[in-house]
């Protein structure tokens, strides 16, 4: 019998896969790959063995066990749906467990690398490690509204400090003011905030005197901090300082602010405390995200150019999306060069 010469032998698909022969006789047991046989009874791989082989060790390569690979090739998308869903959440899990050891590896150092260094302080710093977020139960959960395409959000850990960022036109300010109805007693602090005029900013002071002593008492740190007072810092203080509502969404907190007052401002907003009440900000202005300085108690959300499912982004050179978040940021003279530019008008439904 003469085999045909795209056919290749056990040992040379295996290695064209990258798996072991252990493994391909494993997906034929399975019923996903039927080899044909030599007169010798040698197992033959044709182009479409080798073909649905890659598939599945591509699968395999995701982390799907062998029973949800098999959902996956028969079909069972409601199945295969749910288990990639766990399966990112636990990978999400390792991500924050990877994140927090680097960390602790590099403050290790540190005090390592300090002037006569003592050994037992050194081993005191590792000494409370902080819990990790937990990754089981979303602490909200929507379907993404246009230009998505109603595709699961799920939102797992809730700081005092949380940022949205995204290149022009990915979706952030849709996700910001969508987040805004979907939080519990949120609100959404637009950009018109900035037309409302010193009159009508002193007005709304005056009537409350508790919002005053507060807009004052942020007023008086921010400018020991180098801030300028602008009618756009009021304005913005104003919403921020408010007692309600218990969650507040910020669109493009830098707007009209100089790169002092960001500055200020986000040294301002991280005095707060982990217990204040949760900010969400959207930014573009690396003085206010500056990914050197994020924490580990605050929440990084990239709104990718392509509108797939924004993600939470760790701080850490290699996670993904990381890459993607540093070339969307920009200083504060660039993003006052390009301020109201809209890269792409928006076709689709606006509702």
Known sequence: MTTPTHELNASEAAARLGISRKALRLYEQHGWITPTRTEAGWRR??????ARAAEIVALRA???SLVDVGHVLQGDVRSVRDTLLAHEHELTGRIQSLTRTIADVRRFRACLDSMEPDLTDALSCLSQPQPLPSTS???????LPWPWGGEPFELFDIHALNFIT???????????????????????????????????????????????SR??????????NGAE???ALMALLVGTEAESPACLVVDLIEHKLSE?????LIVHLRQRGRDARPLFVMTRSSAILDLESLRRDETLIYCPANHSRPVCVQPEYGAPGYEAVTMCLAPPDVRARTEGVIAVRPTGPQS
Do not use: W
């Not at 791989?45 to 080798?50: I, K, N, T, V």
């Not at 009159?199 to 508790?210: G, K, V």
């Not at 807009?215 to 020991?224: D, F, G, M, N, Y």
């Open 45 to 50: 791989y044709g182009a479409a063995d080798m």
């Open 62 to 64: 995701l982390g799907l």
């Open 137 to 143: 139960n979303p602490v909200v959960s929507f379907p």
């Open 166 to 212: 995204g290149p022009l036109g990915s979706g952030k300010t849709r996700l910001a003011q969508h987040l805004a109805k979907c939080l519990p007693d949120a609100g959404f602090l637009g950009l018109e905030r900035a037309s409302d005029g010193r009159e009508a900013i002193h007005q709304q002071l005056h009537r409350d005197s508790l919002l005053q």
């Open 215 to 224: 807009v004052e008492t942020a007023l008086s740190q921010l400018i020991a």
């Open 229 to 231: 007072v602008t009618d």
């Open 260 to 264: 002092r007052t960001q500055a200020a």
